[in-house]
Protein backbone atom coordinates (compact mmCIF):
# COMPACT_ATOMS: atom_id res chain seq x y z
CA UNK A 1 0.00 0.00 0.00
CA UNK A 2 1.28 3.71 -1.17
CA UNK A 3 0.21 6.19 1.24
CA UNK A 4 0.78 10.25 -0.13
CA UNK A 5 0.73 13.10 2.63
CA UNK A 6 0.32 16.45 1.24
CA UNK A 7 0.75 19.64 3.43
CA UNK A 8 0.92 23.53 2.75
CA UNK A 9 -2.51 24.24 1.62
CA UNK A 10 -4.11 27.43 3.12
CA UNK A 11 -5.78 30.71 2.74
CA UNK A 12 -4.01 33.31 0.41
CA UNK A 13 -4.66 36.53 -1.33
CA UNK A 14 -4.66 36.95 -5.14
CA UNK A 15 -1.22 37.26 -6.31
CA UNK A 16 0.21 35.58 -3.31
CA UNK A 17 2.25 32.15 -3.37
CA UNK A 18 1.86 28.89 -1.64
CA UNK A 19 3.93 26.06 -1.57
CA UNK A 20 2.55 22.33 -1.65
CA UNK A 21 3.99 19.32 -1.17
CA UNK A 22 2.95 15.54 -0.99
CA UNK A 23 5.57 12.93 0.15
CA UNK A 24 5.41 9.01 -0.59
CA UNK A 25 5.46 6.12 1.41
CA UNK A 26 4.81 2.61 1.83
CA UNK A 27 5.33 0.08 -0.86
CA UNK A 28 6.58 2.10 -3.73
CA UNK A 29 7.55 0.15 -7.07
CA UNK A 30 9.49 2.13 -9.41
CA UNK A 31 7.93 5.37 -9.49
CA UNK A 32 7.05 6.75 -13.29
CA UNK A 33 5.30 9.75 -11.96
CA UNK A 34 4.40 12.05 -9.53
CA UNK A 35 1.79 15.10 -10.12
CA UNK A 36 -0.56 17.26 -8.29
CA UNK A 37 -4.85 17.93 -10.01
CA UNK A 38 -7.37 19.97 -8.15
CA UNK A 39 -11.27 20.15 -8.32
CA UNK A 40 -12.89 23.45 -7.86
CA UNK A 41 -16.47 22.96 -6.56
CA UNK A 42 -18.62 21.93 -9.27
CA UNK A 43 -16.40 21.02 -11.80
CA UNK A 44 -14.47 17.64 -12.51
CA UNK A 45 -11.05 17.33 -11.80
CA UNK A 46 -8.23 18.57 -13.87
CA UNK A 47 -4.35 17.98 -14.07
CA UNK A 48 -2.45 20.82 -13.27
CA UNK A 49 1.28 19.44 -13.37
CA UNK A 50 2.91 16.17 -13.40
CA UNK A 51 6.46 14.98 -13.34
CA UNK A 52 7.39 12.11 -14.54
CA UNK A 53 10.86 10.10 -13.64
CA UNK A 54 12.48 10.46 -17.35
CA UNK A 55 12.08 14.47 -16.28
CA UNK A 56 9.58 15.27 -18.50
CA UNK A 57 7.00 18.01 -17.13
CA UNK A 58 3.50 18.83 -17.97
CA UNK A 59 1.16 21.46 -17.07
CA UNK A 60 -1.98 22.48 -17.51
CA UNK A 61 -2.56 25.47 -19.87
CA UNK A 62 -4.30 27.70 -17.07
CA UNK A 63 -0.83 27.21 -15.06
CA UNK A 64 1.80 27.69 -16.86
CA UNK A 65 4.00 30.60 -16.27
CA UNK A 66 2.72 30.50 -12.14
CA UNK A 67 3.02 27.27 -10.86
CA UNK A 68 6.29 24.66 -10.44
CA UNK A 69 6.46 21.23 -10.13
CA UNK A 70 9.69 19.86 -9.15
CA UNK A 71 10.81 16.53 -7.47
CA UNK A 72 13.23 15.04 -4.47
CA UNK A 73 13.61 11.90 -5.75
CA UNK A 74 15.66 10.53 -2.30
CA UNK A 75 12.58 11.30 -0.44
CA UNK A 76 9.91 10.31 -2.61
CA UNK A 77 8.74 13.59 -2.47
CA UNK A 78 6.97 16.03 -5.30
CA UNK A 79 6.65 19.68 -4.61
CA UNK A 80 4.33 22.76 -6.72
CA UNK A 81 5.27 26.06 -6.05
CA UNK A 82 2.12 28.61 -7.08
CA UNK A 83 3.24 31.50 -7.18
CA UNK A 84 0.48 34.65 -8.48
CA UNK A 85 -2.42 33.16 -7.66
CA UNK A 86 -5.82 33.93 -8.73
CA UNK A 87 -9.35 33.42 -7.27
CA UNK A 88 -9.66 30.99 -10.29
CA UNK A 89 -7.11 28.48 -8.50
CA UNK A 90 -9.13 28.00 -5.14
CA UNK A 91 -9.88 24.15 -5.41
CA UNK A 92 -9.02 21.02 -3.69
CA UNK A 93 -5.58 19.86 -4.80
CA UNK A 94 -4.75 15.94 -4.50
CA UNK A 95 -1.22 14.80 -5.19
CA UNK A 96 -1.33 11.03 -7.33
CA UNK A 97 1.74 9.08 -7.86
CA UNK A 98 1.77 6.25 -10.51
CA UNK A 99 4.13 3.38 -10.51
CA UNK A 100 4.59 -0.33 -11.52
CA UNK A 101 1.45 -1.29 -9.26
CA UNK A 102 -1.45 1.54 -10.24
CA UNK A 103 -2.25 4.66 -9.38
CA UNK A 104 -2.52 6.51 -5.79
CA UNK A 105 -4.01 9.41 -4.68
CA UNK A 106 -3.55 11.64 -1.65
CA UNK A 107 -6.41 13.10 0.35
CA UNK A 108 -6.22 16.71 -0.97
CA UNK A 109 -5.15 20.16 0.58
CA UNK A 110 -7.72 22.85 0.63
CA UNK A 111 -6.00 26.50 -1.43
CA UNK A 112 -7.95 28.99 -1.21
CA UNK A 113 -7.73 32.37 -3.47
CA UNK A 114 -9.13 35.70 -2.11
CA UNK A 115 -9.73 38.29 -4.12
Known amino acids: QVQLVESGGGLVQAGGSLRLSCAAS????????MGWSRQAPGKQRELVAS???????NYADSVKGRFTISRDYSKNTVYLQMNSLKPEDTAVYYC?????????WGQGTQVTVSS
Open 26 to 33: GNIFSINV
Open 51 to 57: FATSGNT
Open 96 to 104: FLGDRSGNY
